[in-house]
Structures are given as structure tokens and as C-alpha cells.
């Protein structure tokens, strides 16, 4: 008996020990890239922010963050990932050299069976 529940211990640490988050549990919103024009005029839709396809990561909300998940937005900027319940911010993936700077507004927190919207801004560096 104590032999098989070594073999299922082993079995089961073999398979990694993250739990997958509850279904429909996770982040979800728009990235939007700007400013678009070197002197924004309110009201010009030709200078207004646009959604933008990124490389991102959902990091834990700490001093030293640990990153939790890499994920991309499509085409017209919109995202969804899975994460556990907990306190989190997102960022440009480090692994993504030369795309903007990009980052969530501030933390965001993510209850079990939710998705949290979070907005994400990129900037483009246009002063």
C-alpha cells in the first residue's frame, strides 16, 4: 500500500505542479498603441490610439513579480487569458525586443469563474 502511493506521488509530480485555473477564470481587454501623432488635436480621429497586436505576460502583483502566463493580442488589439484567482499586472514580454512599451494601468484582480477587464496601453514614444 505505501508503495503505490510512492508510484502516485511520483505519477502525479511527473505531471507538474501548477493548477490549471477554474474555466472562465482569467484577463481579458483591448492593447491600444499611441499616441499616434507627434502633436495630438482633441477631437482628430486621424491621432486617436489604436488597437495593437502585442506580446504580453500577466505577472504577479509583488516587488518582484513572477511572470504567470505569455499571451498575444490579435489584430484589432483584443485579448483573453487564463489565469488563476489573484492579483496581477501586465507587460511587454521581455522576450519581444523592439515593440513598444506596454503595460496594464495598474494591478488587476482575478476572481474564480470572471474575467477581469483590463485595458493595456502601448506607447509609442511620439512626443
Known sequence: MVALLGL????LA???SEIPPPPGTGIEGTVLLGPTCPV???GDPACDDRP???RLVV???EDEPE???RFRSNEHGEYQVDVAPGTYTIASDPEADGQP???SDGSVTVTSGRYAVEPVSCDTGIR
Open 40 to 42: 495630438v488635436t482633441s
Open 59 to 61: 505577472q504577479t502583483a
Open 14 to 16: 511527473g505531471c507538474g
Open 67 to 69: 511572470v504567470v502566463a
Open 8 to 11: 502516485a506521488c511520483l505519477l
Open 52 to 54: 495593437y497586436a502585442a
Open 101 to 103: 512599451w506596454c503595460s
